[in-house]
C-alpha cells in the first residue's frame, strides 16, 4: 500500500483549508494499516518535518481517543529522541 498526501507543500504547512483533510487522511492510513501486518514507513523529502508531524498526529488521534488529555511537547520530544529535528518548528 503506498499513500500520498499532496495539499502539503515541503518546508511549509497545509492551508487551513487542507487541515480536515489531513486529519482524515491520517485517520484512513491508520485504518489500513490496522489490517496488515508489519511496521509502516512514513517519509517526507527529509523525513523529518513533514513526516514528524504525520507520525505526532497519528499517535495524538490514537491517545485522544482512550484519555483525557495529550502532552504534544512531551510526544514531540519522544520522536526527537529517535531522530533529531522530528517535527520541524522552523
Known sequence: MHFN????PDH???AASAAESLLQFVYVVRQK???TKGPITV???AGV???GTFIALDRLM???RDHEFVDVLGLVAELRS????????E
Open 12 to 14: 511549509g504547512v497545509p
Open 33 to 35: 494499516a490496522a489490517k
Open 49 to 51: 518535518g513533514r513526516t
Open 43 to 45: 517519509h517526507c523529502s
Open 82 to 89: 529517535f531522530r533529531m529535528s522530528m517535527v520541524q518548528t
Open 5 to 8: 498526501f499532496s495539499a502539503w
Open 62 to 64: 490514537q491517545h485522544i
